[in-house]
């Protein structure tokens, strides 16, 4: 098993990508800890599913929009595991479509709080506890693109991760990689919440593909990312979108 022996943190475990993540970690031998906001029941079953498959985790609730939060998800990862090998960055999401007309202040730091200062406090977070490892963001294709009508804020700090992620490259690096996912149309709730149906069916007519992503195929690309079989990539972000945009 390519990560036997190391801990891994999966913030946003608790459905979809991370769910998917948290358990493809798990099964290369990674003791996982999965960290959710609201989702208990997924994150509940997820470390069922590891643990009777042999593996060890544990879920731990926590608002990683403030730093109470994060220290105490970092703190039970180390009381149960000690050290800190792997930090996947999953946590996050869109809140809500506004455009800046609409849009008032306390919604823009919101979503930056959810999307981007949650990446800086964890990854601070975690590195008096990582000798070695690396660290997996998760970006969107949004960073890239814009996003859809009313996404400014969310592609803005999705954006802002992507940046994040090649600087922590050159400041972290060689000891820890760092590298960045941007997920194009994944079929998981954030879609069920915010793209209506007649977008989700133009991407698959539009895709070479001619399919949504699924949390699986984030997962293994994460995995990837994880293990030394990335061992000379860092500061990328790497594009899964089923090719409807080639950067």
């Not at 490892?133 to 969107?140: E, F, K, P, Y």
């Not at 879609?191 to 399919?211: L, M, S």
Request: charged residues 20%.
């Amino acid at each position: 098993m390519k990560l036997g022996g190391k801990t891994a943190i999966v913030t946003g475990g608790g459905r979809d990508i991370g769910r998917a993540c948290a358990i493809q970690l798990a099964q290369e031998g990674a003791n996982v800890v999965i960290s959710y906001f609201a989702s208990s029941d997924g994150a509940d079953s997820a470390v069922a599913e590891i643990t009777g498959a042999g593996g060890n985790a544990i879920a731990v609730q926590a608002d990683l929009s403030t730093q109470a939060g994060v220290d105490a998800l970092v703190a039970a990862t180390t009381e149960r595991f000690g050290s800190i090998d792997v930090l996947v960055n999953n946590s996050g999401g869109m809140i809500a479509r506004k455009t800046i007309p609409e849009m008032p202040l306390a919604h823009w730091q919101a979503v930056m709080d959810l999307n981007l200062t949650s990446v800086f406090m964890m990854t601070q977070a975690v590195l008096a506890h990582m000798k070695r490892g690396a660290i997996v963001n998760l970006a969107s294709q949004a960073g890239r693109d814009g996003g859809g009508h009313g996404s400014v804020a969310y592609a803005a700090s999705k954006g802002a991760v992507m940046t994040m992620t090649r600087g922590l490259a050159k400041e972290l690096g060689p000891e820890i990689r760092v590298n960045a996912l941007c997920p194009g149309m994944i079929d998981t709730d954030f879609h069920n919440i915010h793209t209506k149906d007649e977008a989700r069916k133009g991407f698959e007519a539009a895709a070479p593909v001619k399919r949504q992503g699924r949390p699986e195929d984030v997962a293994n690309l994460v995995t990837f990312l994880a293990t030394d079989d990335s061992a000379f990539m860092t500061g990328t972000n790497v594009d899964i979108n089923g090719g409807v945009l080639f950067s």
